[in-house]
């Protein structure tokens, strides 16, 4: 009997190519990885951007004084209408909207709530995902520090 051939009648497998099949499937996982962080990473580019845009939506809303009021001795609030109208034009610039333009009881801040898309941009297949920003701004006034009174 001939020493390390195995059993009689058996022809031992060789393990050629054995190492391209692991290489190939190991190559694919790290492609795929590589795909979901890029897309990943995208989303939240977006969000993060989202959450800015919203915010300084809030901050020009916020500059859109009730005069008529502060001049009748009412305190300092926001005119609503004209609020909802420049975070809307400063959200235009970037091809958004407000999906809600919301204010405090005394007018004295504005919470804005902008809603977008993201497209993935390597995982095609898989539908849009929605990202929602939000911004808040409060009235402040003062020659020498911030009062909110």
Known sequence: MARGRGAPGFRARSDRGALSVFVAICAAFVVLVVVVIIDAGGKLRAAENTDAYAQEAARVAGQQLDEAALLRGEGYRVQHQYAEEAANSYL???????????????GASVDITVETEYRPVLLTGLANWKITGKGSAA???????????
């Open 92 to 106: 235009a610039l970037y091809g958004l909207r407000a999906k809600s333009v919301g204010f405090s009881p005394d």
């Open 139 to 149: 009235l402040v006034h003062g020659v020498k520090e911030a009062e909110t009174d």
